[in-house]
């Protein structure tokens, strides 16, 4: 079977309009705003507005994608929805986000791989294409994490903020698009990122409320220690099943969890800080949507251009891991 080359071919981004600071945090917990800085690179977050739903994010940033992309949204074959906080359990996000959309004759689902989710839909997006299957997919990462944020507990709540980025893929020129993927998981430590309540194990009730089940609990210093082996792992591994050396990197598109844990990606793979694309002082955390988000400011601030070599990598809950290397 002849495989077209994919790539995406259209982006785009929605962050709600309520900003969540730093100072804003001194008065809700005991914090400041230099440990913030200094432990995270975080001093801003967005916050959804009660009426707005992660659908609703996912809508504003597709909207932007599918017009750049040329498109109409019947022109849509496939919507995948990369998210830890659908709307509800079902109907699924995406296809909530289909109705809003009018992309009457895409297929629609979800796909929950926490933060990496979003690099584990390109992944399906893409194989998808490349066989003939479809011919444009709309990939998408959201998330209301406030929604899922316990503002009491000052280890987790400085972290985490409200999004969702956009891409279209379709097939583009030989030589150009997503020349690898790398994904992976490790179960065996699922128990230190998670939300435990509303589930089949744990449904929700009064002592599950009671207990903040539905919260994100989240073991940093663990969390940490495999972030920064991962990413570089990760990343490292992509290059080498594109036959790209890291050295011909022109951008790197991480997950925007940490700033320490950023700097050790470059670390590792020899980077400058100017070939990153940074973004979490204004938006922390936002899972899913934090790469999309990331690449879409990317294309609007003209750091990408044709021929680049781009690497997006991720970790998140799971525990799970992507990374992917293409040519824009």
């Known amino acids: 079977m002849q495989l077209h080359p994919v790539g995406i071919i259209g982006t785009g981004k929605y962050v709600p309009e309520r900003i969540l600071t730093n100072k804003d945090l001194e008065q809700m917990v005991e914090t400041n705003d230099e440990w913030i800085v200094t432990r995270t690179g975080m001093r801003e977050r967005r916050i959804a507005a009660p009426e707005q739903a992660t659908s609703d994010l996912a809508y504003q940033a597709s909207l932007k994608a599918i017009e750049a992309a040329g498109l109409t949204a019947e022109d849509i074959d496939l919507i995948i929805v990369a998210t830890i906080t659908p709307d509800m359990f079902f109907p699924s996000t995406a296809c909530l986000l289909q109705d809003k959309l009018g992309a ?16 584990y839909g390109l992944a399906t997006a893409s194989s998808m294409i490349a066989n003939g299957m479809y011919k444009h997919v709309l990939v998408v990462g959201a998330e209301c994490l406030s929604r899922i944020t316990d503002y009491t507990d000052r280890n987790t709540c400085i972290l985490f903020g409200d999004g969702a980025g956009a891409v279209v893929l379709g ?34 009730s009064a002592d599950t409320i009671a207990d903040k089940q539905h919260f994100i609990y989240m073991a940093g210093n663990e969390v940490y220690k495999f972030a920064v082996r991962i990413m570089g792992n990760a990343a490292e591994e992509a290059l080498r099943k594109a036959g790209i050396d890291k050295k011909d990197i022109d951008l790197l598109v991480p997950h925007q969890a940490n700033i320490r844990i950023i700097q050790s990606a470059l670390n590792r793979l020899d980077l400058p800080q100017e070939k990153c694309m940074i973004n979490l002082d204004k938006y922390g955390n936002v899972s899913a949507a ?3 988000i990331a690449l879409a400011e990317a294309v609007e601030q003209n750091r990408v251009n044709e021929g680049d070599r781009i690497v997006l990598v991720g970790f998140g809950g799971g525990l799970t891991w992507g990374a992917s290397v293409l040519v824009w």
């Open 104 to 119: 009457r004759k895409a297929a629609a689902f979800d796909l929950s791989a926490a933060c990496s989710g979003f690099i």
């Open 171 to 204: 097939q583009v020129p030989e030589g150009r698009g997503f020349r690898s993927f790398e994904l992976g998981a490790d179960g065996s430590g699922g128990e230190l990122l998670r939300v435990c309540g509303g589930g089949s194990r744990m449904p929700s």
């Open 290 to 292: 934090s790469i999309p």
